[in-house]
């Protein structure tokens, strides 16, 4: 059973940076999509950024121009660039993978943008 596990969340000012990384313990091609989601305290866990296998990219349009999802197969990792962030970000970051057999998530890492 591939796993996933999230890193690299934590504290930073409005206007900086963060990137969070996704590593799967097993290849990412057995995932038609990977994504990250998000889920604010009293809010439903919502899209953030998507990649399909063939790199194509969809994003929330809260985030469109500020975050960046890239991946990279050689080391089965996703990755999240956030710039310009903002205290509306703050959230637990979710990574996704669906495939065939179903909808894998990692355990979550937290965002606080602080203003």
């Known amino acids: 059973q591939v796993q996933l596990v999230e890193s690299g969340g934590g504290l930073v000012q409005a206007g900086g940076s963060l990137r969070l990384s996704c590593a799967a313990s097993?290849?990412?091609?057995?995932?038609?999509?990977m994504g990250w989601y998000r889920q604010a305290p009293g809010k439903q866990r919502e899209l953030v950024a998507l990649?399909?296998?063939?790199?194509?990219?969809n994003y929330a349009d809260s985030v469109k121009g500020r975050f960046t999802i890239s991946r990279d197969n050689a080391k089965n990792t996703v990755y999240l660039q956030m710039n310009s962030l903002k205290p509306e970000d703050t959230a637990v970051y979710y990574c996704?993978?669906?495939?065939?057999?179903?909808?894998?998530w990692g355990q979550g890492t937290q965002v606080t943008v602080s203003s």
């Open positions: 990649i399909t296998r063939g790199g194509a990219t």
């Open positions: 996704n993978g669906n495939s065939p057999r179903g909808a894998l």
């Open positions: 097993g290849s990412i091609f057995s995932f038609n999509t």
